[in-house]
């Protein structure tokens, strides 16, 4: 017997079940191998993917009622601010919901907060999220101290492509951060803010910079465009000492899979060479261990005065 083909408004999409009973579907058609439940009480197509934070949050939204909204984690991923597995713990796995004036939700997979009215709630491709400042302060008791500092340089920077979520000013971050005062994580969240840095453009610089900050290193100035003498461009370093007339560039995978990026790289770093700097490229191996220490010995020596 032909399958019943689903209605509009829940073909291709994710679904909760009551709607569908609305919609006269049965329980054996809810059943069917081309359907797929990532939640109890809702539905997507099969062939639909809910690997990532976006996708489940999708999936999930069908679900949510007045005055609920993604909060922590699951907030700081839709807005496209980066997030370290490896060292947060994979605690994004669950999404986090958040209420207003109402009871926090409980069902696997899923975290249930407790909001304070007025929150700032926004809209991310649909989805309604808290703003990307109070996602941050949220994550501050869920994140290593090195990742909720990405954030914060991630939201003082380029990164995300969402508008709200990027080049806030730090009056801005140093604001939401006061206004946490008391909270859980709210001492940590001090510490990262006062290690955060407008204009860094990439998680592993933040990486690279928090190593040579930690090693006693002088503050570098942070992808600022350099010119020489008779004031022709030379590039725009990720790290550098204009004083000592050295730059640090991070060189990620990228770089040499992309032979016009390989290309660049190579005429960027003569041109520097030209202009008497020394520059210096660093790698993932670079960052930790014995290459770190390689690292760190040869910056002091440039950098000695």
């Known amino acids: 017997m032909p399958r019943v083909p689903l209605p509009p408004p829940v073909a291709g999409r994710p679904f909760s079940t009551s709607h569908a009973r609305q919609l006269g579907l049965g329980t054996g058609r809810l059943k069917g191998p081309d359907l797929a439940t990532p939640f109890h009480g809702v539905r997507i197509p099969a062939a ?7 996708s489940r949050a ?12 993604f909060t922590h984690l699951t907030a700081v991923s839709l807005w496209g601010l980066p997030l370290a597995l490896s060292r947060s713990g994979g605690a994004v796995s669950a999404l986090h ?13 899923v975290v249930g907060h407790d909001l304070a009215p007025g929150v700032d709630i926004r809209s991310v491709d649909g989805l309604p999220v808290v703003s990307p400042l109070t996602a941050w302060c949220q994550s501050a008791a869920l994140l290593a101290l090195d990742d909720l500092i990405a954030v914060g340089d991630a939201l003082a920077g380029t990164w995300s492509e969402h508008p709200e979520a990027a080049r806030r000013p730090m009056e801005a971050l140093t604001e939401a951060v006061r206004s946490r005062a008391g909270t859980r994580g709210a001492a940590r969240l001090r510490e990262a803010l006062g290690l955060v840095r407008p204009g860094v453009e990439s998680p592993k610089e933040t990486e690279l910079r928090l190593l040579l900050h930690r090693a006693g290193l002088p503050e570098p100035e942070i ?23 050295v730059s640090l560039e991070y060189e990620g995978d990228e770089h040499r899979r992309d032979p016009r990026r390989w ?9 520097f060479a030209d202009a008497g ?14 290459g770190a220490a390689r690292l760190l010995t040869r910056l002091r020596t440039l950098l000695d005065p």
């Open 48 to 54: 639909q993917s809910v690997l990532d934070v976006r």
């Open 58 to 69: 999708r999936a999930l939204a069908p679900l949510l009622r007045d005055g609920w909204c």
């Open 97 to 109: 919901v958040g209420v207003v004036g109402g009871r926090a939700p409980r069902r696997p997979g």
């Open 223 to 245: 992808n600022t465009k350099r010119y020489d003498l008779r004031g022709r461009y030379l590039g725009k370093p990720d790290l550098s000492w204009p004083d000592r007339l």
């Open 263 to 271: 290309r660049s790289d190579i005429a960027r770093a003569e041109r």
């Open 277 to 290: 700097w020394r520059m210096v490229r660093a790698t993932h191996d670079d960052l930790r261990g014995r």
